[in-house]
């Protein structure tokens, strides 16, 4: 140990002496490593770190699944909830949920938008989770005509209530309904949360909510989603066969509700993240390229200061000090380098990861917070050792190779030996064929993003500013609500600076489309098939505020009301799909939960991408909302105005009409519209930056070592041209040797960067993975940039005078 410390302090003084090298290599590693850090904290919060939950390892996700779609993921009934609490066995209990932005207001309470979860009985016990204040909810509270109880977070406890331990005796109002504060979670705790757009504000019982205790036992009613806990000794594999089973049962026992249904058993944590597993995997392998060409960076760098230091290894080797003294003191350079570099990166990946945490898309967010923990610091210190050995054992080679006749070498330069320059091609190949592979991948991202740009959504998004609200069904009938529609419309529309206003619900992009069964009189269907169509409600106007054109027909008009005869307007795909070759106004549609209801096509308008920019335009109908009112809509206001002035024109007209409303926070459609693409946006903007930092480390790196070729052959450059050669000729000589080593790298990249899009395929849109522009392109720009870090030191050459050159050293 002593004699490696001695060595510490020997590397020490060594590297201060070349603080350019030094200087370049630590910022290369710094680079390198702080990438790494950063994008697998992502990976670690991903894939890795246990959900913030007793046994999270054994929760599970239970969806409805469309048996025909695959695609199309559905909800679970109350009734098809319970049959599989009851009959899956490898559950050791099983929970559904809904979970909805509610208003809540109570005594000396303003009104406030909360993300709500009703949840069935055995919730708590299954998350595994005690509350910090009061109980959870008790059998009674389940009962459709149980007590009315909410468990509230520890964020609203502190928000609203002051962190006040007597909010035990509080009554709140929600959604107009009175219920009891009856405990208090513990800081942290925010499930389920599969549809929360925000972080859950509290927990209610199921029975609670009004739509679905008016269809506690209507199996048609699909909006529920599963979460249960495995049974000891079962896997996620029986859960699922077995939850299949039973949904198939209830197929051929129910099959007017049942029809097309079963359900998906898998690992919560795995169904947080299953969207993004794939490309968090993809960018932690675009980072370690990144690494990997950084350290050949640093090899080529270690590589040429070895061979500029033969001679002091040769005096070495002549004092008596053997291959593995040698190997000490490159190591603990090495560690040197490596730990620097290591303790730099790891505060540019801790900065980076606080700076990535804001930009996440809200896919990777909602599975739990990004930070540098334990496995990412574990993960870094790997990377040092690995780097740390890498820096001692590459120029170990020439070292051991130095000898006694090192001394007698003339004065004029330490010349590179044939191996050695061989390795510098290969390092230099390496760096061009990972730069290329990367730049290959962004520039596929790329591709896809313009086209996906182009893309017309079908409306306008612009100046559209989108608020949402729920009338509580305890206030509010069906008449009602399409009264308070109404008037408020009255009101906005007459604000100054509204272009127009209109509601939809579910709203465009924000929450696609619900989905029904489609019955079309006199067309009956074969047993055991169901047709079925995307669905919103709209008001009149909702096609001019959004832009969507109206192609044949008519609009929605204030007489579309509960009283008038029932009308629908629907899209081309729907046209084309379900009434081919024919003339689909005045053509009758049923659609419905439950009793359908027979409706006369009034409209046909233009298709618009709904559900999000990325995905097709499907069948869609649209029905007045006047004659279907729905309790939660979004309103839609074009304006030239700023959000927050239109929104809070809105909440005071809004506040006239019912001061116990409330707004969820406003946005506009085009932030919904890039929020659909935005986990794409995401991966091109990182593996962009990547392949950008990877062609500059390349670029640095190539010309680096084309400098020092130069300057080692300076001498032979110098006779050159004292023999008649041209300037011109020299830059081409030099300029060819890196042609040359960029060609074979080009090859090899080529090759990887064909096997690795194949990985990108499912991420594209609208381009090949083998698109030809961008494997066209990448080679042209890495070909240019590795000419010009060759062309510079060659010109520096070219116009050194020959005398100089050839008396030089």
Known sequence: MPSFIQDLRH???????????????????????????????????????????????????????????????????????????????????????????????????????????????????????KPLLGRVLIDEEFLPNGARAVVISHGLWKRRFGADPRVLERMVEMEGNAYQVVGVMPQGFDFPREGASEPLGLWASLASQDFIRDNWDSRGTHLLVGMARLAPGAT?????????????????????????????VMGLQARLSQDTRRPALLLLGAVSLLLLIACVNVAQLLLARALARQQEFAVRTALGAGRLALARQLLAEGSLLAVTGGVLGLLLGTWGTDALSALLPESVQQVQTVSVDGLALVYTAGLVLAVALLCGLAPLGTAVKASLGGLLQSTRGTSASKSALRWRAVLVSTQVALALVLLVGAGLLVRSAQRLAAVDPGYRSENVTLMRYNLPAARYTGETMATFYARLLERV???????????????????????????????????????????????????????????????????????????????????????????????????????????????????????????????????????????????MVRSRLPMESVAAAVKAEMAQLDSQLSMRKPTTLEANLERSVADRN???????????????????????????????????????????????????????????????????????????SQVLEGMLYDVSATDPLTFLAVPVLLLTVVALASWLPARRASKVSPGVAMSAD
């Open 11 to 129: 590397g020490a003084r060594s590297l201060r002496r070349s603080p350019g090298f030094t200087l370049a290599t630590v910022l290369a590693l710094a680079l390198g490593i702080g990438a790494n850090t950063m994008l697998f904290s992502v990976v670690s919060a991903l894939l890795l770190r246990p959900l913030p939950l007793p046994g999270a390892d054994k929760l599970l996700s239970v969806w409805g699944q469309d048996t025909q779609r695959t695609d199309r993921n559905t909800g679970l009934s109350r009734l098809d909830a319970e049959d599989l609490r009851q009959k899956v066995k490898s559950f050791d209990g099983f929970v559904a949920f809904d979970v909805n932005g509610v208003t809540l207001t109570g005594p000396n309470l303003e009104p406030e938008r909360v993300e709500a979860a009703a949840v069935s009985e055995d919730f708590f016990r299954v998350a595994g989770v």
């Open 236 to 264: 996620v594999e029986q859960a699922n066969a077995e939850a299949r089973s039973v949904m198939a049962a209830l197929t051929q026992a129910y099959p007017d509700s049942n029809q097309r249904t079963s359900a998906t």
């Open 493 to 635: 529309r007459a604000q100054a600076g509204v272009e127009a206003a209109a509601h939809v619900t579910p709203g465009v992009v924000t929450g696609g489309g619900i989905s029904l069964t489609l019955d079309i009189p006199g067309r009956p269907t074969a047993p055991g098939e169901q047709q079925d169509t995307s669905y919103r409600a709209m008001s009149d106007g909702a096609f001019a505020t959004l832009g969507i054109q109206l192609k044949r027909g008519r609009d929605f008009t204030t007489q579309d009301t509960l009283t008038s005869p029932p009308v629908v307007v629907v899209n081309e795909s729907f046209a084309r799909r379900f009434f081919p070759g024919e003339e689909v106004l005045g053509k009758r549609v049923m659609i419905g939960y439950g009793d359908k209801v027979e409706r006369e096509v009034v409209g046909v308008v233009g298709d618009v991408r709904g559900r999000a920019l990325d995905s097709p335009a499907e069948p869609e109908l649209y029905a007045p909302l006047g004659q279907t009112p729905w309790p939660g809509t979004t309103l």
């Open 682 to 756: 995401f991966q091109r903007v990182l593996l962009l930056a990547f392949a950008v930092s990877a062609v500059a480390l390349a670029s640095l790196g190539i010309y680096g070592l084309m400098a020092y070729s130069v300057a080692q052959r300076r001498r032979e450059l110098g006779i050159r041209l004292a023999l008649g050669a041209m300037p011109a000729d020299v830059v081409r000589l030099v300029m060819r040797q890196a042609l040359r080593m960029c060609a074979v790298g080009l090859g090899v990249g080529l090759l990887l960067a064909l096997a690795m």
